[in-house]
């Protein structure tokens, strides 16, 4: 369904490069005085998360449009490195690198192929050989590529999830386990432990939270209503996963919030994502240890 606001431009692209690019030069100097050699102290620094928003980005069915998504994509990712989108795909991925696209393919909400082939193809831009791309989610155990990346991108869509409270990007990564249901315990709370693993501990690079079309209210296993999904149109971009997941579960309780008229806790408690951050120390999630860049369009931003 189309929006009633205006596509990002190349005036957005280049503001919101800049906006990423300078976000620390405000800070206050702290100046000392005769007899008191107080020295400038340097704000705390914070994992930066880009929220792209573009009400073009779905057609009037509800699907994905490819060159906007990949507009979004290049906006989010230029913001979150503070330089061109291409130069920061060269900075984060090389020749080098074998790399796995880690996506999810629930049959309700999957990851939009187009983003799964910009992904890719930013990736060849980089200098990663074709031949060492994959893009896999349940067979990641067993994909050749997977077994030997150096590195990984990690892509998905946000919605409820009936063990976790939430599926996010903390939760996309249980494929590479053996047995899943064995990190279903007390709502998923250990989540962040999988990413402590050989196969995947510091090789995400990238982190893309997919909400085009988030789905915000389930009961049960596997289910899903359209009517409780809306159109958000929205990308968040970052790389720290617990920073991400953690605005993309305050953007799903609004959401829940205006739906219901009231604050509605779901039914189970994503607790894996404050976790993440207090136990097993993965990346943050505290709403003010965040410095969050929304660029694009504004209605509805919820966050």
């Given at each position: 369904m189309s929006g009633n606001g205006s596509g990002l431009t190349r005036r957005d692209f280049l503001r919101g490069a800049a906006v990423a690019a300078i976000g620390g030069a405000a800070a206050p100097r702290v100046l000392a005085e005769p007899g008191n050699e107080a020295k400038p102290q340097a704000p705390p620094s914070?994992?930066?998360?880009?929220?792209?928003?573009?009400?073009?980005?779905?057609?009037?069915?509800?699907?994905?449009?490819?060159?906007?998504?990949?507009?979004?994509?290049d906006l989010g990712v230029a913001a979150l490195a503070g330089k061109p989108a291409a130069d920061a795909w060269k900075a984060w991925f090389s020749a080098s690198d074998t790399v796995g696209i880690k996506t999810n393919v629930?049959?309700?909400?999957?990851?939009?192929?187009?983003?799964?082939?910009?992904?890719?193809?930013?990736?060849?831009?980089?200098?990663?050989?074709?031949?060492r791309i994959a893009v896999d989610d349940r067979g990641v155990r067993q994909n050749p590529v997977f077994r030997e990346a150096t590195a990984l991108v990690n892509v998905r869509p946000m919605r409820t999830h009936h063990w976790s409270g939430v599926g996010s990007l903390l939760k996309n990564y249980i494929m590479f386990v053996e047995d899943p249901?064995?990190?279903?315990?007390?709502?998923c709370a250990d989540l962040a432990g999988i990413w402590k693993l050989p196969a995947v501990?510091?090789?995400?690079?990238l982190n893309v939270l997919v909400l085009l079309t988030p789905l915000f209210h389930s009961v049960g296993p596997h289910d899903y209503?359209?009517?409780?999904?809306?159109p958000y149109r929205g990308l968040l971009v970052g790389?720290?996963?617990?920073?991400?997941?953690?605005?993309?579960?305050?953007?799903?309780?609004?959401?829940?919030?205006?739906?219901?008229?009231?604050?509605?806790?779901?039914?189970?408690?994503?607790?894996?994502?404050?976790a993440a951050e207090t136990k097993h120390a993965?990346?943050?999630?505290?709403?003010?240890?965040?410095?969050?860049?929304?660029?694009?369009?504004?209605?509805?931003?919820?966050?």
């Open positions: 914070k994992s930066r998360v880009v929220l792209v928003r573009d009400a073009d980005v779905l057609d009037g069915e509800g699907n994905a449009r490819g060159p906007v998504l990949e507009r979004m994509l629930w049959r309700f909400l999957p990851t939009p192929p187009d983003l799964e082939r910009a992904i890719r193809d930013r990736l060849v831009v980089a200098g990663v050989k074709a031949e249901s064995a990190w279903h315990g007390d709502s501990a510091g090789k995400t690079r209503s359209a009517k409780y999904t809306w790389r720290d996963p617990v920073a991400v997941d953690a605005t993309g579960l305050r953007i799903l309780e609004a959401k829940r919030r205006l739906h219901f008229g009231a604050d509605e806790p779901f039914p189970v408690p994503p607790k894996h994502i404050r993965l990346g943050v999630a505290d709403p003010a240890k965040i410095e969050l860049i929304k660029l694009g369009w504004e209605e509805g931003v919820m966050v």
